[in-house]
């Protein structure tokens, strides 16, 4: 069995330790490095090409945010998950702008981020129960996808972008060319009022295509 490959980033070493012996005795996972900041997070992910990283979010010089960023512009086929002690809106939010496909608070327990990896791996975006209400509170609660006259191939590409694919990634999957998907994407996003990937996160989460617990 392929087992998952993951890196591990945060800027405290009981925490890497702790997270690392956590993650190897899962049987489809294993730990392939781990680092202390950003910076040096961006420069081993294109060297390892991980599966998946776990990155914490507030770290000193370069945070997790930025290093989020700058690793899915390089590699957008590795998917990270956002393991952090802030909860509020505003972090969740500019995760998931940065790229981030899912977004877990340390205090959760260990299965959540365990079960947060297996999804993003997937290509499944995961955000835990404890920030999705807070996450969501602030907008308000929008029509089922039908009500706004999505087509089917329309919910199927913003389905897809909420995971974490690129364009071409989504291209490739429905067969399609890049600039149908754009399309699609462009006149979905046009009939539902979006402007941002947070804003489509926040609808699809409404719409119950994403896995949040």
């Avoid at 599966?51 to 010089?61: A, E, I, N, Q, R």
């Amino acid at each position: 069995m392929n087992k998952l490959r993951v890196f591990l980033v945060d800027d405290h070493p009981v925490v890497r330790d702790g997270l690392r012996a956590l993650l190897d005795g899962e049987a489809d996972m294993e730990v392939v490095g781990d680092a202390l900041d950003g910076e040096t997070a961006v420069g081993r992910a294109a060297e390892l090409r991980p599966d998946v990283v776990v990155m914490d979010v507030s770290m000193p010089g370069m945070g997790g945010i930025e290093a989020t960023a700058r690793i899915r512009a390089g590699c957008p086929n590795v998917r990270i998950v956002a393991l952090t002690a802030h909860e509020d809106r505003r972090y969740v939010q500019q995760a998931l702008q940065a790229g981030a496909t899912g977004y877990v608070p340390k205090r959760a327990a260990a299965a959540d981020l365990v079960g947060a990896i297996r999804h993003a791996a997937a290509g499944r975006t995961y955000l835990d129960p404890s920030v999705t209400g807070p996450y969501l509170s602030a907008e308000p609660a929008p029509e089922a996808a039908s009500d706004h006259g999505l087509s089917e191939r329309e919910v199927e590409v913003l389905k897809q972008l909420t995971a974490g694919y690129s364009n071409k990634q989504i291209a490739a999957r429905l067969e399609v060319s890049v600039k149908s998907v754009e399309t699609y994407k462009s006149r979905a996003m046009e009939k539902l009022g979006i402007r941002s990937r947070v804003g489509l996160v926040q609808f699809a989460v409404r719409q119950g295509w994403l896995t949040g617990g």
